[in-house]
């Protein structure tokens, strides 16, 4: 991945931040609503020239109505937790250009959950931006309609993100049922519910933005991330400041260096005004 980005400059100005803002419970409430407050603090990021970067599980097109919201007109934006990370551009046709996809075979990792987790739904995104699922399983992180697949079809993909979600478990249920298969070869987190997102060994957040941080030329105390859930414990260790939201898991809020308020007392709001 080679950005051409005025490095040298960017250097000088001491003053910007590299700030990595996720989604679901940060700048969202759980029902997908952005607040006025958290809208209007983070456009202001925008506006003072500080290079404001999404960071999501969420899949490219259910990320990109929130790079609109924010306002962002050129940047970058990571999607399905490091697995696809894109420059937005809106003078592209499509308002943005894929720079780097991080594929991997889903197959192991299906077969050892189907054994497992007989009972679960699996959704998976391609290496083209597709999604594919068992029992036409739906969610608004994937940006797409899912089209159903015979769980077989599954295994023949290549992908940049595999999801799998239970109806039949509780969270901490499911949780330890996941630990105990031992996945190998792959990255994942559990989510607020019976949830799993599974990326490419070694790619998170953390590692995508990392890698931009880089091309950028963004010394890591000029960085900060604010998240809450358990995919982003890797990015809020990785900042200069991390800032876990108020209702976020222990283990999220002892990997940050702070915490703000929850997302529906409008945390976010408070630590982008503290960068302005």
Same mark, same amino acid.
């Given at each position: 991945?080679?950005?051409?980005?005025?490095?040298?400059?960017?250097?000088?100005?001491?003053?910007?931040?590299?700030?990595?803002?996720?989604?679901?419970?940060?700048?969202?409430?759980?029902?997908?609503?952005?607040?006025?407050?958290?809208?209007?603090?983070?456009?202001?990021?925008?506006?003072?020239?500080?290079?404001?970067?999404?960071?999501?599980?969420?899949?490219?097109?259910?990320?990109?109505?929130?790079?609109?919201?924010?306002?962002?007109?050129?940047?970058?934006?990571?999607?399905?937790?490091?697995?696809?990370?894109?420059?937005?551009?809106?003078?592209?046709?499509?308002?943005?250009?894929?720079?780097?996809?991080?594929?991997?075979?889903? #197959?192991? *990792?299906?077969? %050892? /959950? $189907?054994?497992? !987790?007989?009972? =679960?739904?699996?959704?998976?995104?391609?290496?083209?931006?597709?999604?594919?699922?068992?029992?036409?399983?739906?969610?608004?992180?994937?940006?797409?309609?899912?089209?159903?697949?015979?769980?077989?079809?599954?295994?023949?993909?290549?992908?940049?993100?595999?999801?799998?979600?239970?109806?039949?478990?509780?969270?901490?249920?499911?949780?330890?049922?996941?630990?105990?298969?031992?996945?190998?070869?792959?990255?994942?987190?559990?989510?607020?519910?019976?949830?799993?997102?599974?990326?490419?060994?070694?790619?998170?957040? #953390?590692? *995508?933005?990392? %890698? /931009? $941080?880089?091309? !950028?030329?963004? =010394?890591?105390?000029?960085?900060?991330?604010?998240?809450?859930?358990?995919?982003?414990?890797?990015?809020?260790?990785?900042?200069?400041?991390?800032?876990?939201?108020?209702?976020?898991?222990?283990?999220?809020?002892?990997?940050?260096?702070?915490?703000?308020?929850?997302?529906?007392?409008?945390?976010?709001?408070?630590?982008?005004?503290?960068?302005?």
């Amino acid at each position: 991945m080679t950005l051409n980005t005025g490095t040298e400059d960017r250097l000088l100005t001491t003053h910007q931040k590299m700030v990595c803002l996720d989604v679901d419970g940060t700048l969202v409430d759980h029902d997908g609503h952005m607040s006025d407050a958290v809208r209007e603090a983070a456009r202001g990021i925008v506006d003072a020239g500080h290079e404001v970067i999404v960071s999501t599980g969420r899949s490219l097109g259910a990320t990109l109505p929130v790079v609109q919201l924010l306002g962002i007109d050129t940047g970058y934006a990571v999607c399905s937790n490091g697995g696809v990370t894109v420059r937005i551009d809106t003078t592209l046709p499509n308002g943005y250009q894929v720079l780097d996809r991080r594929t991997f075979d889903p #197959a192991p *990792a299906l077969r %050892a /959950l $189907r054994d497992a !987790l007989p009972t =679960a739904k699996y959704a998976l995104e391609d290496d083209e931006g597709n999604f594919l699922s068992t029992e036409r399983f739906q969610d608004a992180s994937f940006g797409v309609e899912a089209q159903a697949v015979p769980f077989e079809r599954l295994t023949e993909a290549t992908a940049v993100r595999l999801v799998v979600f239970s109806t039949d478990s509780s969270s901490e249920e499911f949780g330890e049922a996941v630990r105990a298969i031992g996945l190998h070869g792959v990255t994942y987190s559990v989510g607020w519910t019976a949830w799993l997102d599974i990326a490419a060994e070694g790619i998170t957040k #953390a590692s *995508a933005i990392e %890698a /931009l $941080r880089g091309e !950028l030329g963004y =010394a890591r105390q000029d960085t900060v991330a604010v998240g809450d859930g358990r995919n982003d414990i890797e990015m809020l260790g990785w900042a200069g400041r991390g800032v876990a939201m108020g209702q976020a898991p222990d283990e999220v809020k002892a990997a940050a260096d702070e915490v703000t308020a929850s997302v529906d007392e409008d945390g976010l709001a408070q630590v982008l005004h503290s960068l302005l």
